[in-house]
């Protein structure tokens, strides 16, 4: 990257008087001293003293837009250095105006962390390399730069690209594993709703028991508030759309409800009934979740199936000539007969090709 250096813009017949002038070149001495010796706070701040007018301002802003670019400031850096570009009328230093501008926007790409942030500034770098090269096309380190921001962006945007696969990658996993921690919940809640319809079937054939029963009906209650929270992970994980699962652990919960009313009357042996239809449609919504499952992975096999099977078929016509595939392949409808003696065609062909492939070298002793 080719060096910044900073430009003394100040010409003796701009100055108001021999007094002032030596005045003003003192202080631009100091800047470019301050400067030279890494002292930017001190060069900045001697800069704005100095006197401006129309002929100098776009040496002022690009001399400070190279103090700040020295202190890391790009942002500001790259203010300036447009300021420079838009007041100077000097080709030379508004080409060096626009180069900066790039080096500043390539700095920024490197440090940023937002994938996006970076190549934006890699474009504007690349733009700006583009103007100085347009005003000055001997400048020699803005193509060289230009080829390295240009390269900068094609990686950026690989990377990018691994990045939102992999993002995607990862959402896919996370909805498979929340979706069999789902099943794996609903397991279990089968066989809780089983084992209290079993146990108020046995509290039926006993005498009523009000204490064993609210009892009964507090564990149903847990029961159908996990069977809420199901529900509600389930419609998360279909993202709003429209699935049996989530209508039978519907119905499931209205049924637990309703069991959940009948242990509070003292009734455990219709409660055991209510509890027995919502194990039912617990059972149906796992079995509706692992459907969608196994549907998904033939259409995947399918897909990967048919794809082969076409690779498979055009392998095979490479083996043919285009004049041998249109005489085997000629007539659309075949009869059975038709149909071996094509096989048998095919096979021959197949077979006159092989041996032409693997013809052998004469021997000569």
Not at 197 to 205: D, G, I, P, T, V
Not at 270 to 281: F, G, I, L, V
Request: hydrophobic fraction near 25%; include cysteine; charge should be neutral.
């Amino acid at each position: 990257m080719k060096k910044i250096t900073l430009i003394i813009f100040l010409l003796v017949t701009l100055l108001p008087s021999p007094a002032s002038a030596a005045s003003t070149r003192s202080l631009l001495e100091k800047v470019q001293e301050n400067y030279k010796s890494g002292h930017f706070a001190e060069a900045l701040e001697s800069i704005g003293q100095a006197p401006k007018s129309s002929q100098d301002e776009s040496y002022i802003f690009y001399d400070r837009g190279n103090i700040l670019f020295r202190q890391g400031k790009y942002d500001e850096a790259v203010k300036n250095y447009e300021q420079a570009a838009l007041h100077g009328d000097n080709p030379g230093l508004t080409s060096r105006a626009y180069y900066n501008m790039g080096n500043a926007a390539l700095n920024q790409a490197r440090s940023e962390q937002d994938g996006q942030k970076s190549l934006d500034l890699l474009h504007n770098s690349v733009h700006s390399y583009r103007n100085a090269l347009r005003l000055d096309s001997s400048l020699a380190d803005a193509a060289h730069n230009l080829e390295l921001a240009r390269l900068a962006i094609k990686q950026k945007k690989e990377e990018l690209r691994q990045q939102k696969q992999q993002q995607q990658q990862q959402k896919q996993c996370d909805r498979q594993q929340n979706k069999d921690d789902t099943k794996k919940n609903l397991e279990r809640m089968i066989n809780r709703q089983e084992q209290q319809a079993e146990k108020n079937k046995e509290n039926s054939q006993q005498q009523n028991n009000k204490e064993r029963n609210q009892q009964m009906a507090d564990e149903q209650q847990k029961l159908r508030q996990d069977t809420e929270k199901a529900m509600q992970q389930l419609k998360q994980q279909q993202q709003e759309k429209k699935d049996k699962a989530a209508d039978e652990l519907k119905q499931a919960m209205n049924s637990q409800q309703q069991a959940e009313d009948e242990l509070k009357k003292n009734q455990p042996g219709r409660a055991a009934e209510k509890q027995e239809d919502a194990a039912k449609h617990l059972q149906q919504a796992l079995d509706s979740l692992s459907s969608n499952d196994n549907k998904k992975e033939q259409e995947k096999q399918q897909t990967k199936s048919s794809g082969q099977q076409q690779q498979q078929a055009g392998q095979q016509q490479e083996d043919f000539s285009p004049a041998e595939q249109e005489e085997a392949g000629a007539g659309m409808e075949l009869s059975p007969k038709d149909i071996l003696e094509l096989e048998k065609k095919l096979r021959q062909l197949r077979q006159q090709q092989m041996n032409r492939a693997h013809q052998g070298v004469e021997k000569d002793w």
